[in-house]
T-cell receptor, first 111, second 113 residues
Framework: DAKTTQPPSMDCAEGRAANLPCNHSTISGNEYVYWYRQIHSQGPQYIIHGLKNNETNEMASLIITEDRKSSTLILPHATLRDTAVYYCIVSRYNYGQNFVFGPGTRLSVLP | EAGVVQSPRYKIIEKKQPVAFWCNPISGHNTLYWYLQNLGQGPELLIRYENEEAVDDSQLPKDRFSAERLKGVDSTLKIQPAELGDSAVYLC???????????FGQGTRLTVV
């Protein structure tokens, strides 16, 4: 599975959009982009995933560039409860087996 | 619906002692994973089960770690003997075939002294 690169940390003001970038320049055509987050002292939580098209659900939006070499997770109105480590993962499986988690991005939502 | 349940939440043991962790996956989930998470790092897969069969245990240190999933439901992960470097959080997750989402438990924080 392709590797990903994320900034180690980001800050965001409460109520503003949080845009978390991820680079996956070696992604293959059959690999999906997944996002998980981990709030302190809890296990990781699935957020969203996509292959080529942009995706949106009740938690977030996922924007994947046309060349699929990078993506952005968007939390439209960040709250203090969104403070967590966010993991961008690339996997060829459609149902998320054998994820390789990197260190992720530590997002701090500030009041 | 209950989530993935792990016990204990915390465990402190002396080095060279054995330790076991228990996981009860979400009802109906045939796939079960054990992950190891060191401080400040992302989780690393130790073993994956499809029902009662271990289909990927390539990252499991088999000299001291063992796991089982009898009857394809609950699972236990054992370390014998524990070493100082085994101090970490051990996470269990489950998913159902064809489902894109893996659900994680809260983990067991192991401290070896």
């Amino acid at each position: 599975d392709a590797k990903t690169t994320q900034p180690p940390s980001m800050d965001c003001a409460e109520g503003r959009a949080a845009n978390l970038p991820c680079n996956h320049s070696t992604i293959s055509g059959n690999e999906y982009v997944y996002w998980y987050r981990q709030i302190h002292s809890q296990g990781p939580q699935y957020i969203i995933h996509g292959l080529k098209n942009n995706e949106t659900n009740e938690m977030a939006s996922l924007i994947i560039t046309e060349d699929r070499k990078s993506s952005t997770l968007i939390l439209p109105h960040a709250t203090l409860r969104d403070t967590a480590v966010y993991y961008c993962i690339v996997s060829r499986y459609n149902y998320g087996q054998n994820f390789v988690f990197g260190p992720g991005t530590r997002l701090s939502v500030l009041p | 619906e209950a989530g993935v349940v792990q016990s204990p939440r915390y465990k402190i043991i002396e080095k060279k002692q054995p330790v076991a962790f228990w996981c009860n996956p979400i009802s109906g989930h045939n796939t079960l994973y054990w992950y190891l998470q060191n401080l400040g790092q992302g989780p690393e897969l130790l073993i994956r089960y499809e029902n009662e069969e271990a289909v990927d245990d390539s990252q499991l240190p088999k000299d001291r770690f063992s796991a089982e999933r009898l009857k394809g439901v609950d699972s236990t992960l054992k370390i014998q003997p524990a070493e100082l470097g085994d101090s970490a959080v051990y996470l269990c997750a489950s998913s159902s075939t064809g489902n894109t989402e893996a659900f994680f438990g809260q983990g067991t924080r192991l401290t070896v002294v």
